[in-house]
């Protein structure tokens, strides 16, 4: 063996933290959210499923630390299960962003926590995957990384009524703390300005204040601010499906997708075999 080849080591991984939140109850989820529609099996918001999840996860992604934001859930993980990820408990359930305490919905506060756990971790990538959402693929993360044009990557709304998806997204360490500064600087309520629409605007520090100031308020100039997003080069998608879209390409190296229903979690359960 030459020296040069002695010399030469693999390339150092990325440093990546994944995010998520959590919430599990005991009560039916019409009565806890009686002004929602139900998606998916009862099963993914089981305490069960997070062993499910947490195998998806560390099968697809090659995590330094996993960071779960719990929403003081009364139903959690056993602890062994619990230990293998960076734990985080907040104080109270701030609820869905349909109908939520404070400013922020439970999910926009999960994504904001592990979010900043992730930044002062000196993360290369953070990774957000939702707690119902499940991954597909060794090598998933760097799939991603590799496609990557733009520092914010989502899912592509196609198939949604929304304009982008985020039960797995990626954002670059480099641009994280401005994102997450843009998304906390925004002054509309969950409820008022969909997380999704916020997103979009949280990739420019401009689109954040053209926001504030109220200029996304129609249909039409969300469409132009969306636009002006993806042509400015501040987001890109992810480039594999499916999230909420369907169907779910479980035959393909890679995908991902929430709302799993029983017969999809069970076809997911033996493409991964």
Request: positive net charge; glycine residues 8%; hydrophobic residues 40%.
């Amino acid at each position: 063996m030459s020296g040069a080849n002695q010399g030469a080591q693999d390339p150092k991984p990325p440093r990546i933290v994944v995010g998520s939140g959590w919430w599990s109850s005991e009560r039916a989820f019409s009565d806890e959210f009686p002004d929602r529609k139900e998606l998916g099996d009862a099963m993914i918001r089981s305490v069960p499923f997070f062993e499910l999840w947490l195998e998806s996860v560390t099968s697809s992604v090659a995590a330094s630390e996993i960071v779960v934001v719990d929403s003081a859930a009364p139903l959690k993980p056993a602890p062994e299960l619990r230990d293998k990820v960076r734990w985080i408990e907040l104080p109270f359930n701030a609820r869905h962003s349909t109908n939520h305490v404070g400013g922020w919905s439970g999910w926009t506060r999960s994504v904001l926590v592990s979010g900043n756990y992730a930044l002062a971790s000196d993360c290369e990538f953070f990774v957000y995957v939702e707690q119902g959402c499940l991954l597909k693929g060794d090598g998933l993360a760097e799939a991603c990384i590799a496609a990557m044009t733009a520092d914010h990557m989502f899912g592509s709304g196609a198939g949604t009524p929304q304009p982008l998806q985020q039960s797995l997204f990626v954002v670059r360490g480099a641009a994280l703390s401005r994102f997450l500064g843009n998304l906390a600087k925004l002054k509309y309520r969950d409820c008022d300005m969909a997380p999704e629409w916020k997103f979009v605007w949280a990739t420019s520090a401009t689109l954040t204040w053209l926001a504030n100031i109220g200029i996304f308020q129609s249909k039409l100039t969300r469409k132009i601010g969306f636009k002006l997003a993806r042509l400015s080069g501040a987001l890109c998608f992810l480039p594999f499906g499916s999230g909420r879209a369907r169907p779910i390409p479980f035959d393909a190296p890679h995908c991902y997708f929430q709302h799993g229903t029983s017969a999809e979690i069970a076809r997911y359960r033996r493409s991964d075999a």
